[in-house]
C-alpha cells in the first residue's frame, strides 16, 4: 500500500476515469552559421518550422458515433531563429499558448471545434509535402534560420522579403468533414474578422503517395505590424515515388490587399529531392530547394517600390527511429532585388545572406 501511495505520488493524474489524457511534446533546437556581406556570426537558438512545445490531449466516447476531446498545447522558445538580428541574438524568448480548444466529432458528419485552434488554411505550406523534410525545411520559409538577418548594406531583413506568413492560429469556431476518398473539407471562422477554407487530400496507388492542399483566407482584422484586410490562395503538395523514393514538393501564395500602397505579394518554391532508408537509423531525405518572391509582405515593411527575391540551398535529414528523432543540416542562400522610386528609380545595392544550419527534432 505505501508502494501504490508512492506511485501515485509521483503520476501524471487527470480529474475523471471518463475522459483520457495523453502529454506529448518536442524539442527542436538548432545552431547556424550566418554571413550578409558585412559581418557573419554563429547563434544557437529555437526552430521556427517546428518549435518545442509539450501538449495535453484527450477524448471520450460518447456513443458508437459522437465522441468529445480537448487539446492544449504550450510553445517554449529559447531564442526563436527566425527573429535573430544582426544586433540582437536573443531572438523573442517566450512561452505561448498556442491551442486551447474543445470539440465534438462525428463519425459520420465530421469535427466541429472551438477556442484557441489553427485555421483551416493553417499548414498547408508547413505540412503537406512527402518527402521527410519537414524539420529542416518547410513551405513557409518565413521561419527559417537567419529569415532576420538584414541584407548586407540594408535595412531589410530577409523576412521583408519572404514573409509568407503561415495563417497561424486565432480564437475561432472550425468545421471538419469526414474523410470522403482521401479528400477533406475544412472551414473557420473568427477574430474579428477573418475566415477560411480549405480542401485536402492524401492517398497513394500503384506505388504513388500524394499530398496536397488549396484554400482560401481572408483577414479583415487589424493587426499592428500586420497585413491588414487582405485575401490569399495559397496551396501546396508533393508527390513521391514510393520503390525509388524519389519526391517532389511545391507551394505557391497569392496575397491581394484592399490597401492603397501595398502591392499584392506572390511566393511560390519547389523542392525535388530522394527520400528512403539507407541505414539501420530510418529513413534519410536528401533535398534541393528553390523560391522566389515578388511583392509587399506585410505593411509595415520598408518604404520600397519593388522588392524581389530569389533563394536556394540543399539540405539533408536523418530519422532516428529508436529515439523518435530526427537530425538535420543544410545551406540556403538568399537574394533580394531592391528599389526605391522618388523622382526616378534606383536599384539598391543588398549583399546576399548565406546560411549553414543544423540541428534536431527529439519527441516524447
Known sequence: EERVA???????????????????????ELVYWWDNGDESNVYQGTSGFSSSRFRFKGSAKINDDWSAGY?????????????????????????ALRHSMWYLK??????ISMGLYSFATDDILSSIGVGGTATAA???????????????????QVKHIFDI?????GNIVRYDSPSIAGFVFSAAWGEDDRW?????????FNGIKIAAGVG????????????????????AGGILHVPTGLFVDAGYVRREFDVSGLEDFTFWYIRPGIYRKWNALGKTSIFGEYGEAEGSAQATVVNLQDKEGTFYGIGIQQEIDAAAMEIYAGW?????????????????????????????????
Not at 501515485?8 to 524539442?27: F, H, M, P, Y
Not at 487539446?71 to 512561452?95: F, L, M, P, R, W
Not at 477560411?196 to 497513394?204: N, Q
Open 196 to 204: 477560411d477554407v480549405a480542401l485536402r487530400y492524401a492517398g497513394e
Open 6 to 28: 508512492e506511485l501515485e505520488a509521483t503520476t501524471a493524474r487527470k480529474g475523471n476515469r471518463k475522459v483520457s489524457l495523453e502529454i506529448s511534446g518536442q524539442v527542436n
Open 165 to 169: 506568413r503561415d495563417v497561424d492560429r
Open 106 to 111: 462525428s463519425k459520420r458528419l465530421g469535427q
Open 332 to 364: 540556403r542562400h538568399f537574394e533580394a532585388d531592391l528599389t526605391v522610386c522618388g523622382e526616378g528609380c534606383v536599384g539598391i545595392p543588398a549583399d546576399d545572406v548565406e546560411t549553414v544550419y543544423t540541428g534536431a527534432r527529439i519527441k516524447f
Open 138 to 156: 518547410q513551405g513557409n520559409y518565413d521561419g527559417a534560420p537567419g529569415m532576420g538577418i538584414a541584407f548586407g548594406g540594408t535595412n531589410v
Open 71 to 95: 487539446y492544449i498545447e504550450i510553445e517554449t522558445k529559447g531564442a526563436q531563429v527566425n527573429s535573430q538580428t544582426v544586433d540582437n541574438d536573443d531572438g523573442g524568448a517566450a512561452i
Open 216 to 235: 482560401y483566407h481572408e483577414d479583415t482584422e487589424p493587426e499592428q505590424g500586420q497585413p491588414v484586410d487582405y485575401n490569399e490562395i495559397r496551396a
